[in-house]
Every structure is written in C-alpha cells, then in structure tokens.
C-alpha cells in the first residue's frame, strides 16, 4: 500500500472529529432513546411510503434492488473488493459520456477551469483504500421501512482502491473568492424525483471540500472507471456515506452558499417527510460484519457448517475513526465474547477480524458488533427504531447457521424445507421456527 500523503492524514483526523459528533447529533434526532416508529405513525398516520412487512417487497423493489446490486459478503475475506462484488447505486440511467468529456469548474473562483481526464491524470495522484456504503444499508433491518428505495441488508458496501487528484488542490488553483461557501457537484444523470426533472446533485461546504481528504477519482482498483461507478471522473468523499460521491461528474461550482437540492434533503435523517430538524447525513458509523461461515442454501441463504473448530472472519470499519474492539455471539446476541482485531488497510478503510468459533450441532444465528476509539458503538436490535428515509441501521448483522456433518459428503440430503417456508408469512405456524429464527433469517436479506 502507497502511504497516505500528510494532506490526506491531517484532514483523517479531522473527519474522525466531525464523524463523532456526526453521530450523537443522529442519536439525539432520530435515536432509539430520542424516537420510536410508535411517534412516526402518530405523527403522520396516513403515510404510504412505509409497510411492516417483511416478506411483502414490492415489484419496485425488486427492480431497483436488481439495477443496484449489493456487495457478496463472502468477499469480507478480501482486503479489496472486486469491481463486481462492489455494491452499486445508480438512480436514473447510467451515462456514457463521450470520449474527450471535460468537467467545468466555475462559479465564484478567479479563474475557471476545463478539466479533461487527461488534465486530472497529469496531476499529482493519491491512491486510498476506502470504505463506501449506501446510506440506505440496512434499510430491511428497520421494520417500517421505506419501501419506495432499495431494500439493502447490511450488503450496501464496499472497499475498493480509488485513485484521483486532490479536489482541494485543484480548488485552490481555481482560487474560490472571499464569498464562496458552498461546492455544487453535478453528475450528468438525469431524471425526475420527488416530483423534480434534475440531474444527480450534491454540495459539501467549502470546509469539507478542501479538508483535503476528497478525491477527483477516475480509477478503481488500478483500472480506469466502469460505467456503472462514475466514469470517466467521480468525487470520491472518504469516510462519507456514498451519496456524496458523485458519478459522472460535469460541473463543479462554487458558489455563496444556501443551496438545498433534492438529494440534500432526501439523504437527511427525518422523523416525518417533512423535518425542519431533519439531520444531513455524513460520515459513517461504526460497523463489523462477517463473511457468512460455510455453504449457503440455494432459496433461504440457511448457512452450513460442519461441527467442530471454525474461523468466523469479517471485517469492520468506523470511517476516519479507528477501531477500538469487535465482539461476536454465537446465540443471537444474548451473549458477546471479544473476536481478535487487526489493522485497518489505511485512515479510511476496514479492518480484519476473526473468531475461532467451536460449531456444535444444531441451529445458531451468529452476530457481529464493532466499537470504535470515539466511543460510537453500533444500534441494538429493535423494531421501533424509525427514520424517514430508514437511513444509517447498525443494527448487527445476523447469520442463521444449520451444523451438521452431512455438509462435508456431496450427494447427501439436508432438508430446509422449514427454512424455506419461513419465507412467507402464511407458511411460518408449518415450520415450527420459533419468530426469532424466523426474523434471524429474514430481518435483512443481504446478510448471508
Ligand atoms: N451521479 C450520481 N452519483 C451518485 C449516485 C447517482 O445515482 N448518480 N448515487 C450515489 C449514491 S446514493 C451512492 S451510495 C454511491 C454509490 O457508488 P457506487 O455505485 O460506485 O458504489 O454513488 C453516489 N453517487
Ligand atoms: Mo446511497
């Protein structure tokens, strides 16, 4: 690994700062002590946009959850995520700019620039391991959740090698006047939501823009951009959640400050769809997650594991933050033991972790829980936990894991049919589940 430049260090620090009081600033608006999906429904009683159902995902969904595939877990047990194990989301359609496509920087700068990919490429490149995820990851683990996004598990992730040239550098060429305040990137997608024709747009403040960790990025994991993520140039926002990393970039203004698009206000945490106090969100908490030990099942994800001495392993990250401890539970969370912590792969990546876990026969569902230096620590289990837009769960993942011998003899028979009916609401009194293995192994597809 290239080491991080003292530019990229010094802002870490800072955004470990700002992501701490991020995340007391969330607990107090929208955290389970400060509101419950109970206040929501009071509040707004003839609401559409949410259902309780687990089983019921709509067509919409299931559409947009195909268009924006999630991560493959199993690949925790890689430092890198492959472009294709990488999540993706992708609002509209995704563009495919011209060759010889320039991005314009302009607005309240001296002078302005045209930055062709080959002007990005000739400037001095950083390369840095970063952890992205949606915002919406975890979304299915909020039982009224908002049906009209994608329905993530805890699978919205992602930590790929992104290479680009410093936004702060590039910003200070330009030379942003006395007045600016606010940077506004605009991607060259376009489409109508909530009612408004647009083009994919966000602003960070001209603080967070030329904290000196944001990235005019046009590679990924040593190749050049994809389609799908952004290319030929993206923002890259470490230790932000994704939404501010803006694909298919075309412009960048700076401008005076007091622009609120669209995808400002939607990636906010709310307590109804209209929240004057509604919280922006920004960096990312802390998080562990595992790669689901064993063999799947093909229809439930039901994992198989033979008896004896297993290495559950997974990875964990806290944005800028550094990690303090993982714990893993072997019965649902009613009990934690301390997994063993390796080092993050750089100030805004993840961490390995491991636990050598002794499998008896019979049915666990396995969780993971990571705490980080700030203090921060993950969600616990709950249903009423409600924001709007069912944004930031930490709730831990959990893995329903079957043990038996037979998985090591190909050919021979296991019977999930009970994990199988469990799926559907109408066909859990037939499986003799009890309600807790049922949600243990449906609360959040994507986590195994
Ligand atoms: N132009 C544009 N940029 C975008 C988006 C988009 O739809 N259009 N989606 C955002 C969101 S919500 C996320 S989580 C990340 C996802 O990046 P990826 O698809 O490369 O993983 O891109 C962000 N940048
Ligand atoms: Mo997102």
């Given at each position: 690994m290239v080491a991080p430049s003292p530019e990229l260090l010094a802002a870490a620090a800072e955004e470990a700062?700002l992501a ?103 400037r001095p490149a950083e390369t840095v391991p970063v952890l ?29 090698r992104w290479t680009g040239c410093s936004l702060a550098e590039v910003?200070r ?35 967070d823009a030329m904290r000196g960790h944001v990235l005019l990025a ?17 923002l890259i926002v470490p230790g932000w ?42 960096q ?35 944005g800028a933050v550094d ?21 993050k792969n750089g100030p805004f990546g ?99």
């Open positions: 700062k701490a009081q991020h995340r007391a600033e969330v607990l107090a608006h929208v955290g389970p002590d400060a509101f419950s999906a109970r206040e929501q429904q009071e509040l707004e009683p003839d609401d559409w946009m949410h259902t309780t159902g687990r089983d019921n995902f709509t067509a919409a969904e299931v559409q947009v959850g195909k268009r924006c595939h999630g991560f493959h877990m199993e690949m925790l047990r890689q430092e890198e995520t492959p472009v294709g194990s990488h999540y993706q989301l992708i609002h509209y359609d995704v563009p495919v700019l011209p060759r010889g496509h320039s991005l314009r920087l302009h607005g309240l700068v001296r002078k302005e620039l045209r930055l062709s990919l080959d002007d990005v490429r000739a992205m995820a949606c915002a919406g990851t975890g979304r299915s683990l909020q039982k009224r959740r908002l049906w009209a996004h994608v329905p993530w598990g805890p699978d919205s992730v992602g930590c790929a910003l060429e330009a030379g942003p006047l006395p007045e600016a305040a606010q940077v506004i990137f605009t991607g060259a997608d376009k489409g109508v939501e909530k009612g408004e024709v647009q083009y994919f747009q966000r602003s960070l403040s001209l603080q046009y590679q990924m994991n040593g190749a050049d951009l994809v389609p799908a993520h952004g290319a030929p140039m993206r959640y994704g939404m501010a990393s803006v694909k298919w970039l075309t412009s960048i203004e700076v401008t005076a400050g007091g622009w609120w698009g669209c995808q400002m206000d939607s990636y906010s945490f709310k307590r109804t769809s209209h929240d004057p106090k509604a919280v922006p969100i920004r990312l908490p802390v998080r562990a997650l595992m790669a689901p030990p064993g063999y799947p099942e093909f229809v439930s994800r039901t994992r198989l594991v033979p008896p004896g001495a297993t290495r559950v392993e997974g990875r964990a990250w806290a990690l303090e401890r993982v714990e893993f539970s072997s019965d649902n969370g009613r009990t934690w033991l301390m997994a063993e912590l390796g080092r993840w961490a390995p972790w491991h636990f050598d876990w002794d499998a008896t026969e019979g049915t666990h569902v396995l969780c993971c829980r990571a705490f980080d230096v700030a203090g921060r620590s993950q969600d616990s289990f709950s249903d009423e936990m409600f924001n709007w837009g069912s944004f930031g769960s930490t709730q831990p993942q959990q893995v329903y894991v079957k043990v038996t011998a037979a998985i090591n003899d190909p050919g021979s028979s296991i019977d999930l049919t009970n994990e199988q009916k469990a799926a559907k609401t109408e066909l859990v009194p037939q499986t003799g589940l009890t309600q807790e293995m049922v949600d243990a192994l449906y609360g959040a597809p994507g986590s195994q």
